[in-house]
């Protein structure tokens, strides 16, 4: 019988192990509740997957998904900052009536670069101004992006595909700008609601 030496065995042994090593599929997992960027620039709770630069940029390295009656995906409490989503994509439930980016009350920020899905209300804006929501993709909604008593703001280069109503422009909304927006599959495109339109 013909015997194998002793450093072949460990060789083969090694690279079987390494093969095996590299070849190891992790499975990567999502942000699951709601994730607040606080007044003070703070984001919370601790470790959510959004980068602060100078608590003016946040940025998001991860997908977000939300679920639980009323809850929302990112809650924005603070003014003058920009959240870049960079592709990423915030995931909601419309039975439970959540909100993808909730900016109420808010002043000076920009939404950008950001995928959300399957809220009730993917961008809720209540009474607030100058907001910029640009090169979003915003889908599956009841309602896309909802605009309640705000102004001074601008929708500009978002695709809106799939939701029940695209945009809703209601409750004495003034000087808002919707610009450049490509909305498909949608119940209702652009509804205005409560205002008076002159020209």
């Given amino acids: 019988m013909r015997r194998i030496p002793f450093a072949y065995m460990l060789l083969l042994g090694l690279a079987f192990g390494f093969s095996g ?17 606080r007044a003070d620039g703070t984001v ?5 997957p959004i980068n602060i630069t100078d608590k003016v940029m946040y940025e998001l390295w991860d997908n977000i998904n939300v679920n639980g009656l009323m809850a929302s995906s990112v809650v ?3 003014d003058n900052i920009i959240l870049d989503g960079n592709g990423f994509t915030v995931h909601g439930l419309k039975s439970q009536l959540t909100i993808g980016v909730d900016l109420r009350q808010r002043n000076n920020v920009t939404v950008k670069n ?7 209300f993917g961008i809720n804006l209540y009474q607030s101004a100058n907001i ?10 009841n309602w896309g992006i909802d605009l309640k008593y705000s102004g001074n703001s601008t929708i500009l280069g978002n695709n809106l595909v799939d939701n029940g109503l695209a945009i809703r422009y209601g409750s004495s909304s003034t000087h808002n700008t919707i610009l450049r927006n490509n909305i498909t599959g949608a119940g209702s495109g652009i509804v205005i609601q409560e205002n008076v339109i002159s020209t």
């Fill in 21 to 37: 090593f590299m070849f190891r599929i992790s499975v990567v997992r999502a942000w699951v509740g709601t994730v607040y960027i």
């Fill in 44 to 48: 919370e709770p601790v470790g959510a």
């Fill in 76 to 78: 924005i409490e603070r």
């Fill in 114 to 120: 950001l995928n959300i899905k399957g809220h009730a």
């Fill in 132 to 141: 910029k929501v640009q090169a979003c993709n915003i889908t599956d909604n």
